[in-house]
C-alpha cells in the first residue's frame, strides 16, 4: 500500500475516533435523551462521513441513486414539505454557506458536479439516518420511547429531510444537463 492511501486510512481513522470520543463524552455529560447529545450526535456523523466522501470518492453509482418515475415532478416532496425545508435552509444562512464554498455555475461541468454532489449529500445523510435510528432504537428500549424523542425529532429534520431535498433536485439537474447536452 503506498504512502498517500495510508495517510488517507489513518486521517479517516483518527476522525472517526474522535467523533466516536466526543459523541460519547456528551453521551456521559448530559445523558443519550438530551437534545445536546442528539445534536452532537448528528453533526459528528456529518463530519464523518464527509471525511469518508472528501477522503475515498466513493462511486455512488448504484440504481438507487436513479430517480424513480413516481419521482420526476416532486409532488410527493412537495407534499412531504421540502419548499418549506429549503426556506428554512435559506433563513438559517445554511444556503448562504452552502453556495460561498460551492458556488454554482450555469455551464456543464458546474451541474454534472452539483448532481453528484446530490448523492454524496444523500449517501451521508443515508448512513446518519440509519446509524440515529439505531441508536434512538436502543435508547427507546432502555430509556422508553418517550426519552428518545430527541434523537428521532432530529433525526428527521436533518436526515430525512435532506435525503427527500436531494431526490426532489436531482431530477431537475439531470434534465438541465440532458438539455445542455442535446444542444
Do not use: C
Not at 10 to 20: G, W
Amino acid at each position: 500500500m503506498e504512502k498517500q492511501n495510508i495517510v488517507k486510512y489513518i486521517t479517516f481513522s483518527i476522525v472517526i475516533l474522535i467523533t466516536f470520543a466526543i459523541s460519547l463524552a456528551v453521551a456521559y455529560w448530559k445523558g443519550v435523551t438530551s437534545f445536546l447529545f442528539a445534536w452532537i450526535l448528528n453533526f459528528m456523523l456529518m463530519t464523518a462521513v464527509l471525511s469518508f466522501t472528501q477522503t475515498f470518492s466513493p462511486t455512488l453509482q448504484s440504481n438507487y441513486y436513479q430517480t424513480k418515475a413516481w419521482e420526476k415532478r416532486g409532488k410527493i416532496y412537495r407534499w412531504m414539505g421540502v419548499d418549506f425545508f429549503r426556506k428554512l435552509l435559506v433563513w438559517t444562512g445554511w444556503e448562504k454557506l452552502n453556495k460561498t464554498s460551492k458556488p454554482v455555475k450555469k455551464d456543464m461541468q458546474a451541474l454534472i458536479t452539483l448532481e453528484r454532489g446530490t448523492r454524496e449529500s444523500e449517501f451521508g445523510h443515508l448512513i446518519i439516518f440509519f446509524i440515529v435510528s439505531a441508536i434512538a432504537l436502543a435508547v427507546g428500549w432502555h430509556h422508553g420511547v418517550v426519552n428518545s424523542a430527541w434523537l428521532h425529532l432530529l433525526n428527521i429534520i436533518l436526515n430525512v429531510y435532506p435525503i427527500a431535498l436531494q431526490r426532489y433536485n436531482r431530477p431537475r439537474l439531470q434534465q438541465a444537463i440532458s438539455s445542455m447536452q442535446r444542444v
